[in-house]
Each structure stands twice: as C-alpha cells, then as structure tokens.
C-alpha cells in the first residue's frame, strides 16, 4: 500500500484547509485510515479515524468539532476537512492504514504511512 498525502499549507488563525490522502490498494475499502501529526518537539499525536466503509469515525478531543474525516472508496481517497485553524494545529500531518479495519488511535497499530504534509497556522 503507499500513500500520498497532500493539501498542506500555511493559513490564518480562523481559517480552513483540506488534506487529501490517497491510497493504492485493491481492497481500499477494509482499511482503516487515519489522520496523526507531529509538531517540532512534540511526539506525534492522533487526529481521527474513519472506518472502511466511511461510516464510522473517531477523532482527538483537541480536534472534535473542527475536523471531520471523509472518504471516497472509488476514488481510494481519505479527506480531512479542517476548520476553524488554531495556531497549535501546526504539525506536520501524516495518514496512514490499519489493513486489518481497527479504529486505533496509537501510531504502532498502523501498517503504512504517507510521507506528511506541513500545515502551518499562524498571524
């Protein structure tokens, strides 16, 4: 499986952006996707996490509110739609699978990573 993640950028407090994650695989749709990310310094950290099927997600308590998963099975693409920006949000964001389908919120659970994204928010 490899995934390419995009979408990153620098924006203001306030505003919003969109990361696209997108996955080779023939069985996309039993896998679990899922959002981290890490700030300098800092270890990385769960976003969210959207089910195969789409139909269920989880996300961080930081994020819940602001964020919101999405995925579309025919085109093996995972979104995360971020508003409402906060200068902490700043991170470099990686999506990654569980092929087994587990809504997991540690990083050891997943089996492939995408290569990141830099979100920056600042004034």
Known sequence: VQLQASGGGAVRPGDSL???????G?????YAMAWFRQAPGKEREFVGVISGSG??????DSVKGRFTLSRD???NTMLL???????????VYY?????????????DEYDYWGQGT???VSS
């Open 18 to 24: 969109r990361l696209s994650c997108a996955a080779s």
């Open 26 to 30: 023939r069985t996309f749709s039993d």
């Open 55 to 60: 139909g269920a997600t989880v996300y961080a």
């Open 73 to 75: 099975n025919a085109k």
């Open 81 to 91: 739609q971020m508003n409402s920006l906060k200068p902490e949000d700043t991170a």
């Open 95 to 107: 999506c990654a699978v569980d092929i087994q389908g587990i809504l997991a919120a540690i990083d």
């Open 118 to 120: 830099q979100v920056t």
